[in-house]
């Protein structure tokens, strides 16, 4: 009974913790004043964060969404703030093709800083380049960068479920650029 529970308290506890991710728009510092992450963000909080943290590129892992309000409101406020706004088109669910990785590591090394990436909810895209610009641009090493890719920001690392490509992506684009895996 007890061990019931107590799993059932866990439970209740990553679920709220996960609902508090998402109603803060899972916005995170990575590297303050150069890399920042965050979910899918209102018109409004984007706005204050560009001017809070000074975004100079907004990367958009969803893709181009024209059309589409969040997709709208987002240029607008990019436009309206002089930001560079960068669509990169990627699923959580399929994993990059090293030719798509290399790009993304490419796109966010000659961004203009500081950078902000998002996705839908800011865990699983937004995860795997965090890991990837840690690792490949900061030169972070190899362990603290993959934290970025973890149930701390809302990413389920569960092997066989859709978004664990992300976690196979990563795993495939260490053995490309020499890291042990």
């Not at 061990?3 to 109603?23: E, K």
């Not at 436009?79 to 959580?92: E, K, L, P």
Request: glycine share 8%; charged share 15%.
């Amino acid at each position: 009974m007890r061990a019931g529970q107590t799993v059932l308290a866990l439970s209740l506890s990553f679920g709220t913790y996960l609902c508090a991710l998402q109603w803060t728009g899972n916005f995170h510092e990575v590297i303050p004043g150069r890399f920042y992450r965050s979910a899918q963000l209102s018109g409004t909080a984007l706005s204050q964060d560009i001017e809070t943290y000074h975004i100079r590129t907004v990367i958009n892992l969803r893709g181009a969404q024209p059309g589409a309000g969040w997709y709208e409101d987002e240029l607008a406020v990019a436009r309206a703030h002089g930001v560079n706004h960068v669509d990169f088109t990627m699923s959580a669910e399929r994993e990059l093709t090293p030719a798509q990785s290399f790009a993304l590591v490419a796109l966010m090394r000659n961004a203009e800083g500081p950078i902000l990436v998002h996705c839908k909810s800011g865990a699983d895209r937004t995860g795997l380049a965090s890991v990837m610009y840690l690792q490949q641009i900061a030169g972070v090493d190899e362990k603290t960068a993959e934290w970025q890719l973890t149930p701390l920001f809302g990413h389920l690392n569960i092997p066989f479920t859709g978004v664990y490509a992300m976690d196979d992506t990563w795993e495939q684009f260490e053995k490309l650029v020499g890291l042990p895996s």
